[in-house]
């Protein structure tokens, strides 16, 4: 790498996201620990990927698993000691890793000591900490507003008589970002990890910190059909993505902005035209906006093709652009791509210019588990039955060996693992050089060694059909993408003239090394990264 690059950390290297719940349980309560995740920095390390994010581990009633927070400044039990927590980050940054914790601040837990002293009565100095309203005159909510996870947003308070709102759970109060108290104590918050070394947030649900302020009913959804959410009745107009939200953001972003080289990442989800506003102006909001294109669009070629140029057409200046492949909130992308396609997805997601977020799990190709009914845990299942909403199937133990619960616990883990673990585990995959671990490394080591793949140009290389392609470009160092997103043999005609270029790897090892020129063929599901000579 050149010393005259100024990219930095967030922006060159990897993220991965651990369900640490599910990650490694060292305690053996069958709950994954943070003792758990010490264990495996070595694998992480062993991996390439460079900064771990890790979904939140402070104390909680554990409605929502741990995003229903009651004390923000701790560690939950469960999980370890804040000494576990202080030798883990200091051993992440020996191996040169950063560690990014999940900031969750639109709601804290109904048990925070903030809510409880909120709900005594309604002249309580921590009252306008959340957002409490009257009754309509016959009693009823306030406004039509629902919440995310099923029924109403508003929950009746029987001994003030007043309603407070809840997008999440009734246990997941929001709190009252418009409150300068609100406001200063989570500032307080974030320095609080950030004085003891973090190296950045996830923030949560960001776009819906701030609500109208007039209380407005939200608008039907004219595209509502029963198999949506009951959520999805209405469009948000009035609940999230406010103007006034952009000001929160760059007021977190100002606390960053006091340490060295952290990284604010907002979970936003909104079309890309809106998402890309959360850059704030003069990028003065969150480093990155998490795009979710990746799994939320079908697994076409010219859809993503069209996705991927629309997004890098949006961008402001000096936006940096980021790519997710799965989280604890969507389906495995093995199961969403299919088995077939998985290697591709991870070409596409590590060939993309913008920092790649990869979820645990993934690198072993693990898929959804099927939960039967009364093992479910999600609340959105419980909730909202049968719609496909359950989270359960995604968050299942890491599969690490062939041994009692693939090695993950030697209590009964909270969630049943995969069947297949014998055979889809770590160990396994360690020793078979063909395995999707030993892929995934490769391609990790590749995309790490060439400035181009990290943070090269992004060229489009028109194809047809299945057919997705792109160059990506650093000084005199270019690398050409073909991935076949389907099942059918096709043609590639890039438009170079007289190219030759060597192919460095490939889904179908038998053509790494070998050199492609003109016109050449893909098979079903191919995919190959090849450097231009
Ligand atoms: C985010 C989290 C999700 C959680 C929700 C409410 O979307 O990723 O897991 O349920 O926020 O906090
Ligand atoms: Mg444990």
Redo the contacts with the bound molecule.
Sequence with gaps: MSNLDTHLWWQKDIVYQIYPRSYKDNDGDGIGDLPGIMEKLDYIKELGVKVIWI?PIYPSPMA??G??VSDYTEIHPMFGTMEDFVRLLEEIHQRDMKLILDF?P??SSSEHPWFLESRKSKDNPKRDWYIWKDPKPDGSEPNNWLS??GGSGWEFDEKTGQYYYH??LKE?PDLNWRNPEVQEAMLNNMRFWLDKGVDGFRV??MWHMIKDDQFRDNPPNPDYTENMSPYDKHLQAYTTDQPEVHEIVNKMRKVMDDYDERVMIG?IYLPVERLVKYYGENNEGTHLPFNFQLVLLPWKAREIEAAINKYEGVLPANGWPNWVLG???NARVASRVGREQAKNAVMLLLTLRGTPTMYYGDEIGMENVFIPHDKVQDP?EKNIPGKGLN?DPERTPMQWNDLENAGFTNGEPWLPLMDNFKEVNVKNQEENPKSMLNFQKRLIRLRNSEPALHVGEYVPVSSAGNLLSYIRKYSDKEFLVVLNLGNSEETMDPDISGYRALVKISNYPEIENREISGKFSIKPNQGLIAELK
């Design positions: 979904s929502d698993f995003y229903d969750v639109n709601h995310v996870f997008a999440f997941q949560d649900v979970e989280n604890h909130d959105q989270r």
